[in-house]
C-alpha cells in the first residue's frame, strides 16, 4: 500500500462546476496535510494546508479532513480554465520529519 | 516568509559525470530541507531529507547523496550520473511562519538531462 494514494485521473470538469479531488494515506499518525498545484515545468505551489479535522475554507477552495477515515480532499468551487493543473496531496509527521506526497491528480478545466 | 534559491535551473550533464546541485534558505532558521525529483508525467519521489545541520535521511538508494554543511544550505551530489538520474529536483523547506503553522515551500527547480 502506498503511503499516499490519489487517483492520478486526468478530472475533467466544465467550467463553474466544483472540482473534487481526493486523497488518502496509510500513517494513522500523521499530523498535517497539504495540497499543492503544479503547473507544466513549474514547481508545486501551496494551496492550502489542514491539521484538524473538518472543513478549512480559503476563497474558492476547501479542505477537508477525516482522521479516521485517514481521507483528506480539496475542493474547488467555480472552476476555471486557469485551475487545469496537477493537483498533489502531502503528509507529514512531525516525529518523522518526512513529508510525502501522493502522484498528483491532474485536473482539466473545459470551457 | 521563506525564500528558496535554488541552482542552476537547468543543466545537461554526460553520464558518468559528476553533480552538484546546491539550495539555500531565507527567511527562516533551523528547516527542515528536502530534496525531491519529479521524472517527465510522475509524481514527487523523495530522495533526502534534513531535520539539522549534518543530519541527513535518505529515502531511495541510488548514487546520489546529499549534504548540509550549513543551517540553511542543502546540497545535492553525484560522483557519476546515470541516465536515469534524468529529472526535475526540487529543494524544498519546512519552516514555521509567524503563525505557528509549518509551511512547506518549493524552489524553482534544477531541471538535470543526462546523455
Known amino acids: 500500500q502506498k503511503e499516499v494514494e490519489q487517483n492520478s485521473g486526468p478530472l475533467s470538469v466544465p467550467e463553474g462546476a466544483i472540482a473534487s479531488l481526493n486523497c488518502t494515506y496509510s500513517?494513522?499518525?500523521?499530523?498535517?496535510f497539504f495540497w499543492y498545484r503544479q503547473y507544466s515545468g513549474k514547481s508545486p505551489e501551496l494551496i492550502m494546508f489542514?491539521?484538524?479535522?473538518g472543513d478549512k475554507e480559503d476563497g474558492r477552495f476547501t479542505a477537508q479532513l477525516n482522521k479516521a477515515s485517514q481521507y483528506v480532499s480539496l475542493l474547488i468551487r467555480d472552476s476555471q480554465p486557469s485551475d487545469s493543473a496537477t493537483y498533489l496531496c502531502?503528509?507529514?509527521?512531525?516525529?518523522?520529519?518526512?513529508?510525502?506526497f501522493g502522484q498528483g491528480t491532474i485536473l482539466t478545466v473545459h470551457p | 516568509s521563506q525564500t528558496i534559491h535554488q541552482w542552476p535551473a537547468t543543466l545537461v550533464q554526460p553520464v558518468g559525470s559528476p553533480l552538484s546541485l546546491e539550495c539555500t534558505v531565507e527567511?527562516?532558521?533551523?528547516?527542515?530541507l528536502y530534496w525531491y525529483r519529479q521524472a517527465a508525467g510522475r509524481g514527487l519521489q523523495l530522495l533526502f531529507y534534513?531535520?539539522?545541520?549534518?543530519?541527513i535521511s535518505s529515502e531511495v538508494p541510488q548514487n546520489l547523496s546529499a549534504s548540509r554543511p550549513q543551517d540553511r544550505q542543502f546540497i545535492l551530489s553525484s560522483k557519476k550520473l546515470l541516465l536515469s538520474d534524468s529529472g526535475f529536483y526540487l529543494c524544498?523547506?519546512?519552516?514555521?511562519?509567524?503563525?505557528?503553522?509549518?509551511?512547506?515551500?518549493f524552489g524553482a527547480g534544477s531541471r538535470l538531462t543526462v546523455l
Open positions: 489542514i491539521y484538524s479535522n
Open positions: 500513517d494513522r499518525g500523521s499530523q498535517s
Open positions: 534534513s531535520v539539522g545541520i549534518g543530519q
Open positions: 524544498a523547506c519546512l519552516g514555521k511562519q509567524h503563525t505557528g503553522a509549518n509551511v512547506l515551500t
Open positions: 502531502a503528509v507529514f509527521r512531525t516525529s518523522y520529519g518526512k513529508l510525502t
Open positions: 527567511g527562516t532558521s533551523n528547516p527542515n
